[in-house]
């Protein structure tokens, strides 16, 4: 009996110790329930404290090309930098933005940046089949890590980048953030955003994709490069049959869509890839460009560049040429002065230059630098300096009449120069006319129009070298030209850009143009950034200018440019042309009543181009083409005087 009542109260007693350890377990629990919770609350507020360090109203800030149009509006090209066209969200067809949510995140309109059940479903798909085989990354998530620099895979990133991705959600809606994400995206091939991606794959603007294109580009944002249609055709439609068949699962499309989707027959072509850096024209623009606009607020890009270039221009420019400088090269003199084997090419191909301004504004409507662009990208038409030659004679002859030393009429020695004829203490100079002969006493006129050598320089002697030199420093041929006799035959050196500007004061009766080729530049709000000024310097007497125009027309209808008539000249139009010795630069400048052309012909390492090599003969049948071309006829063209 005392065993029995000494057993049942020890019994009785270890319920409580049960109880108390129960409770105590539980209570342990919590506290670390509690300071879990509290450490997780600790890192979202870490994490959301950084997250709103960054400026979120740079995230619709993206580089971008900017467009350039030509004189008359119609798109030309594009600049350098990141393929991408910015648009709106309404601007993007409804069959992309079900394809992209069914693809990248299809609880999209249901979470706030971070989507728990997302990420409790990939972490099971991992664990089920090993490695990292799905991410968890919302659409947001993903905008975040593409717009701010949130450092590399670690946890650490993942954590800011749930946290800014939440700040987004917060501060934008849903459409939005879709706008700045479809903007945003790289989709492979060099194309940023879903407007180039459209452009390029498809030759359509996003707006009007259909459901199997649209389902195409949403297949290829996880791997873009690997999936696109010009690297692997068959990846990117098997990627695109993934997404239909994920918007059918989703009830996005039905399956019969889905089928009608699938039979299309997509076929992207690389010809929509806009390379901006493949022609003299754009070239040049984009030099220009930086001397007028900001260089972080083109590197921003979204311009809209209005040009002065006449694209049809341009392109007959560019052919005529090519087309040209290839005929010389198999004639037969140019190839036994170098020496060329039949069917071979010669050593060092000959180049040439071309540059044309609207004598309305001053703007540059064609310019080729060289002969193949790809092959060379030196821009002989702005920045080589060449020996002008014969084309300098027309100032020569302007600062005469304007003195009122002569008169078109005014009898000049065709003779041989004499020490008499030169300034005192001058050494002897005695240059040769291109012809190799002399003549007794001519009227003034006909040293300009058979451009006479010794009747050239008794002028310019007689007019003043000092005054001489002046003018043509005035008109911007050069900064520093030497008071020699020699100058009044082009002995100097100067551009092509700045010879067919000289000419521009000729044009149109006395006053230089300023050229170029941007016209103005807008941002992508429409704010203006630049306007050209469309310049007149007053630069030529009036009188004379138009006496030395009449004089000009006459070079080309009986002068050393007659056979102008021959290659197909037809409008009214007044020149001069301009060789240098032993034929090393062969050229042309003249005007019509809307257009100054000026054309260059040689060798970049100067040498003889061949025998007869005149500026008649190589520079002047670029120059008529270009003028009768059709893209011509939309510039004046009538009587000069």
Not at 13 to 27: E, G, I, N, Q, T
Not at 513 to 532: C, F, K, M, N
Request: hydrophobic content about 40%; charged content about 20%; glycine content about 10%.
């Amino acid at each position: 009996m005392n065993n029995r009542r000494n057993t049942a109260p020890a019994k009785g007693r270890k319920k409580p110790v049960r109880l108390r350890r129960s409770r105590s377990f539980l209570v342990t629990l919590i506290k670390l329930g509690l300071a879990f919770l509290l450490l997780w609350i600790m890192v979202a507020v870490f994490y959301y404290l950084w997250a709103l360090t960054f400026d979120i109203s740079t995230i619709g800030q993206m580089p971008q090309r900017s467009s350039i149009y030509d004189r008359n509006g119609t798109f030309y090209s594009r600049t350098v930098g990141e393929n991408r066209v910015v648009v709106h969200y309404d601007q993007v067809s409804p069959n992309f933005v079900n394809a992209l949510i069914s693809r990248e995140d299809s609880r999209f309109y249901e979470h706030h940046g971070i989507d728990p059940l997302g990420i409790a479903r990939a972490a099971i798909r991992n664990l089920l089949f090993g490695g990292m085989k799905q991410g968890a990354s919302t659409i947001t998530q993903q905008l975040a890590r593409n717009s701010f620099p949130l450092g590399g895979k670690t946890f650490n990133r993942k954590f800011l980048e749930a946290a800014m991705a939440f700040r987004i959600e917060m501060e934008m809606s849903k459409e939005q953030i879709l706008e700045l994400y479809m903007n945003r995206i790289y989709f492979g091939s060099g194309l940023y955003g879903v407007e180039a991606a459209s452009q390029s794959y498809f030759g359509c603007p996003a707006s009007d994709m259909d459901l199997s294109q649209a389902a195409l580009l949403a297949g290829l944002i996880r791997s873009p490069n690997r999936f696109s249609p010009l690297n692997n055709m068959d990846a990117s439609i098997t990627q695109r049959n993934v997404v239909l068949g994920r918007m059918v699962e989703l009830g996005s499309i039905t399956r019969a869509q889905l089928e009608k989707a699938e039979e299309e027959i997509i076929t992207p072509s690389q010809k929509n890839l806009v390379n901006p850096l493949n022609s003299w024209a754009v070239d040049a623009i984009l030099h220009e460009l930086e001397q007028v606009v900001a260089l972080d607020r083109i590197d921003t890009g979204g311009l809209k560049i209005d040009t002065t270039i006449d694209a049809g221009l341009q392109r007959a420019a560019e052919v005529s040429l090519s087309k040209r400088l290839h005929e010389v090269e198999q004639g037969k003199e140019f190839r036994l002065q170098h020496h060329v084997a039949k069917g071979a090419e010669p050593e060092e191909p000959l180049q040439g230059a071309l540059l044309a301004i609207d004598n309305a504004g001053g703007g540059i409507t064609a310019i080729v630098g060289g002969r193949d662009f790809a092959k060379s990208k030196y821009n002989r038409a702005l920045v080589a300096m060449r020996q002008v030659g014969s084309s300098a004679k027309p100032f020569v002859y302007e600062e005469a009449f304007r003195k009122g030393v002569i008169t078109p009429e005014t009898p000049v020695s065709d003779a041989p120069l004499n020490s008499a004829d030169l300034p005192p203490n001058s050494r002897a100079y005695n240059p040769q006319n291109s012809d190799g002969t002399f003549g007794g006493y001519l009227p003034a006129k006909e040293g300009l129009v058979h451009s006479r050598n010794t009747m050239s320089v008794r002028i310019g002697v007689k007019t003043g070298l000092g005054d001489i030199a002046g003018a043509m420093e005035h008109l911007g041929l050069a900064e520093h030209i030497p008071r020699y006799p020699s100058i009044c035959l082009g002995s100097f050196e100067s551009t092509l850009r700045n010879l067919t500007t000289a000419y521009t004061a000729l044009a149109t009766g006395g006053r230089k143009l300023q050229p170029h080729l941007i016209e103005q530049v807008t941002d992508s709000e429409g704010t203006i950034l630049y306007r050209a000024s469309h310049g007149r310097i007053p630069t030529l007497d009036p009188t004379a200018a138009r006496t030395t125009t009449a004089l000009l027309t006459e070079v080309l209808t009986r002068g050393t440019a007659a056979r102008s008539s021959t290659l197909g000249l037809k409008k009214p139009a007044a020149g001069k042309t301009g060789t240098t010795d032993h034929f090393v630069d062969a050229w042309f400048l003249g005007y019509t009543q809307g257009l100054t052309c000026g054309v260059w012909v040689g060798f970049d390492h100067p040498k003889t181009i061949m025998h007869g090599g005149y500026g008649a003969e190589l520079a002047l049948p670029i120059w008529v083409d270009v003028i009768q071309s059709a893209a011509a006829d939309h510039f004046a063209a009538g009587p000069l005087l």
